[in-house]
């Protein structure tokens, strides 16, 4: 690579670090020496290291993004059933401490819905491929075990 002016060397060696970060490794150029493969072993392990962090980092915006959408569209939705009260309520307003009280009622179902771990599809069919005393398990020692705890309590 000596035979090469030092801007054509810049560029190769990115061109060189990009195809084999990116797994495409084209063949075309390709360490030569000792300290060259060692190098290139090096460049590898932590663009792949950060390659992986950064895309960690991305998925997990992702997934903050779809919780703060979920409970957005939850409170998009008690908004719109509200309004709807509102108009059965010959276009009035309801009283300010109805709204509060079912904003509260709303809010405290949200944050205690039992049935929120098996909300998706996946999550259903999962369920529904389950045997039964698997299924019966599940529900009675996880998801209602405070509630019949409770229940078993009082009665």
């Not at 020496?33 to 390659?51: K, N, S």
């Not at 509102?86 to 179902?109: G, I, Q, S, V, W």
């Not at 599940?138 to 075990?145: A, M, N, P, S, V």
Request: avoid cysteine; glycine fraction near 4%; proline fraction near 3%.
């Amino acid at each position: 690579m000596a035979e090469y002016p030092a801007t054509k060397r810049l560029i190769i060696v990115v061109y060189f670090a990009f195809t084999t970060l990116s797994t495409v490794g084209f063949g075309d150029f390709n360490p030569k020496h000792e300290i060259e493969r060692i190098l290139t072993t090096f460049i590898l392990l932590v663009g792949v290291a950060v390659f992986s962090y950064i895309m960690g980092q991305f998925i997990e915006i992702l997934m903050n993004l779809q919780t703060v959408t979920a409970d957005n569209e939850d409170s998009e939705n008690l908004s719109k059933w509200l309004g709807l009260l509102a108009h059965f309520n010959k276009n009035r307003p309801l009283p300010k401490d109805m709204t509060k009280r079912f904003e509260k009622y709303f809010e405290y179902y949200w944050q205690n819905d039992k049935n929120y771990a098996i909300q998706s599809k996946e999550d259903l069919r999962f369920m529904e491929e389950l045997p039964n005393h698997i299924k019966t398990d599940i529900y009675k020692d996880f998801l209602f075990y405070d509630f019949l705890y409770l229940f078993h309590i009082h009665f």
